[in-house]
């Protein structure tokens, strides 16, 4: 059965770095997101992506972050400049089009640990 | 802005026994969809069930069930003849009709442990 993968599945940085966590979509879905967790908080919508740009974001999803979906198979997140409050689990999820594909399915996520 | 609680972070269960994970949301929408997802230890989310507002009756797959209260925005899940593997974080979220990006708004999520 088809799955979203992500990579790396934990991620060390120092603060200050630039990370891209990486995403692999099932191949005919097309809304993907960013979700994310902070230990011991609740799941947060980041962002969602259609049609090769950004069809939502949310107020945590300033100017440090961006995606993009480089070549049709890979879906990523960048964070230009981590700061120690973005460490966190990041969920990448994907659903199809149309309102009786309302189930979103998740990668298992990336641990990110900024130091 | 619609938000969703789960007031349970544990839940300890005996292997067999029945559990029920509480969540309760808040929304002015009539119509929308929630859903209960499993995450065992280091793997990804899967849907157990989902429950469309504007159905009365309540969602059944296999041992897991809902006990969904429209007017106490209450969406419980109900886990009969639990077994280890049960074992995991439960999430309760929400999809907006008028999302048209369909994304979820989620509880902060339930820890069940199975006792053998």
């Known amino acids: 059965e088809p799955e979203v993968t992500q990579t790396p599945s934990h991620q060390v940085t120092q603060m200050g770095q630039e990370v891209i966590l990486r995403c692999v979509p099932i191949s005919n879905h097309l809304y993907f997101y960013w979700y994310r967790q902070i230990l011991g908080q609740k799941v947060e919508f980041l962002v969602s992506f259609y049609n090769n740009e950004i069809s939502e974001k949310s107020e945590i999803f300033d100017d440090q972050f961006s995606v993009e979906r480089p070549d049709g198979s890979n879906f990523t997140l960048k964070i230009r400049s981590t700061k120690l409050e973005d460490s966190a689990m990041y969920f990448c999820a994907s659903n199809p089009m149309g309102l009786n594909y309302n189930e979103q399915f998740f990668g298992p996520g990336t641990r990110l640990t900024v130091l | 802005a619609q938000t969703v609680t789960q007031s349970q972070p544990e839940m300890s269960v005996q292997e067999a026994e029945t559990v029920t994970l509480s969540c309760t949301y808040d929304?002015?929408?009539?119509?929308?969809?929630l859903f209960w997802y499993k995450q065992p230890p280091s793997r990804q989310m899967i849907l157990v069930i989902r429950?469309?507002?504007?159905?009365?009756q309540n969602a059944t797959e296999n041992r897991f069930s809902v006990n969904f209260q429209k007017a106490a925005k209450s969406f419980s899940l109900k886990i009969s003849d639990s077994q280890l593997g049960d074992a995991a974080m439960y999430f309760c979220a929400y999809r907006s009709p008028t999302s048209g990006t369909y994304k979820y708004i989620f509880g902060t999520g339930t820890r069940l442990k199975v006792l053998a």
């Open positions: 429950q469309e507002a504007y159905k009365q």
């Open positions: 929304t002015s929408e009539s119509d929308y969809y």
